[in-house]
């Protein structure tokens, strides 16, 4: 199998404060706000909510297409982390975040997610049990050098095999996002599917 061919990912920039200022979101004034996770931030949030819900985001499914050079690898064995693409749906979760702590919680997500801004923030309407909210959200951005694109299969799982980065391996967050959903009674396919071979290859590895 011919390996996916990879960015140089050495040499990524960090946003600079001015730049991160610029794709910040404006908050609603003195209002509680939702936030929509379907990845990481569904079994590990990190700031302090008041309700959870679970949701659907239609218009942009859930996807292994972005290269993870820190959290879940490095810049020469890049891992593979969840984006929200366009296309399809995605159940995930919504929280709601206290309007006194809205400022901080924002510093805090963009901290996580928007390091080198493969990721672009905006409001989307998401579909609960108790109606639709209106949810920070953290969608790829396609020009990223970061976005890996519709990788094949075993692209995908080579890649997850061999990333591990400050926060772990890229298996574990696979395990983590597919069990977390399992806890919810959502059964993503493609999710399930590629834990599965994964866990198969890894145990044929010497």
């Known amino acids: 199998m011919t390996p996916p061919k990879l960015p140089t990912l050495d040499d990524l920039q960090n946003l600079s404060a001015e730049e991160l200022a610029a794709r910040r979101l404006s908050l609603p004034p003195g209002e509680d706000f939702w936030?929509?996770?379907y990845g990481s931030l569904m079994w590990h949030p990190g700031f302090p909510h008041l309700e959870v819900r679970l949701a659907r985001?239609?218009?942009f499914h859930r996807s292994?297409?972005?290269?993870s050079h820190?959290?879940?690898?490095t810049?020469?064995?890049p891992g593979l982390v969840l984006g929200l693409d366009r296309g399809g749906s995605c159940h995930g979760m919504v929280y709601r975040v206290p309007a006194a702590e809205g400022e901080e919680v924002l510093d805090y997500l963009y901290e996580r997610e928007m390091v080198t801004g493969v990721y672009r923030p905006s409001w989307r309407r998401a579909e609960t049990e108790h109606g639709q909210v209106s949810a920070i959200t953290f969608v790829v951005d396609r020009d990223h050098r970061q976005y890996a694109g519709r990788l094949g299969h075993d692209d995908m799982v080579e890649l997850i095999l061999q990333g591990c980065g400050n926060r772990g391996p890229c298996m574990e967050y696979l395990e983590n996002t597919v069990h977390h959903l399992r806890n919810l009674g959502?059964?993503?396919r493609g999710l399930e599917r590629l834990l599965k071979e994964v866990a198969r290859r890894r145990e044929e590895k010497p």
């Open 35 to 37: 936030v929509f996770g």
């Open 64 to 67: 292994f297409c972005v290269y």
């Open 70 to 73: 820190r959290y879940r690898g």
């Open 75 to 77: 810049p020469e064995v």
């Open 186 to 188: 959502v059964k993503d």
């Open 57 to 59: 985001l239609r218009g």
